[in-house]
């Protein structure tokens, strides 16, 4: 099997929005190699294949913040209609309805993105929790030191000779 793209740049493509990981109409179609207006309509004449988890449609605020952040969507800025929004399992059902070669092959490609994503977060949180523990860790075993250095700060201002010459005395 030939890839089409790498994986790389359909990560690239995957944003955060109202809690889920989605790609928009528009990265899928170039990804797909249709227009995005046949994608949509191929999205509408199955409707019933595409519930809520699977595609929804951006609200007007999360169409600008998209187009803000994103260079490569600066012209979705001048359309009139709101984006529409696939999660993972959304994006493999599209290529089930564009059935094509490419669609398919597309399809696997974000499949994979969308592992890898889920692979960077569970190591991320793996990191996370031996970072906790070795904080534990070291701050018992350093606990000597800083109330070393504690005691230290807090003894009390004896008066020292003063070493130097000074007018004042």
């Not at 003063?162 to 004042?168: A, D, E, P, S, Y």
Request: net charge positive; proline share 1%; aromatic share 8%.
């Amino acid at each position: 099997m030939k890839t089409i793209v790498s994986i790389e740049n359909i990560t690239k493509s995957i944003f955060m929005i109202r809690g889920h990981k989605v790609m928009l109409d528009h990265d899928l179609a170039n990804l797909y190699g249709v227009k995005t207006k046949r994608l949509n309509e191929q999205v509408k004449r199955n409707k019933k294949r595409f519930p809520d988890n699977y595609m929804f449609q951006l609200t007007k605020d999360e169409k600008a913040e998209v187009v803000a952040n994103c260079d490569h969507l600066r012209n979705l800025k001048y359309s009139r209609t709101l984006p529409n929004v696939f999660t993972e399992h959304g994006a493999v059902m599209l290529a089930s309805v564009l059935n094509t070669d490419v669609a398919i092959n597309v399809s696997i490609q974000i499949v994979n993105a969308f592992i890898k994503l889920r692979e960077l977060a569970l190591s991320n949180k793996d990191l996370v929790i031996k970072i906790k523990a070795m904080e534990k860790k070291y701050n018992y075993q350093f606990r000597a030191v800083f109330d070393a250095i504690r005691q230290l700060m807090n003894t009390e201002d004896t008066k020292k000779k003063r070493i130097g010459f000074c007018r004042n005395e």
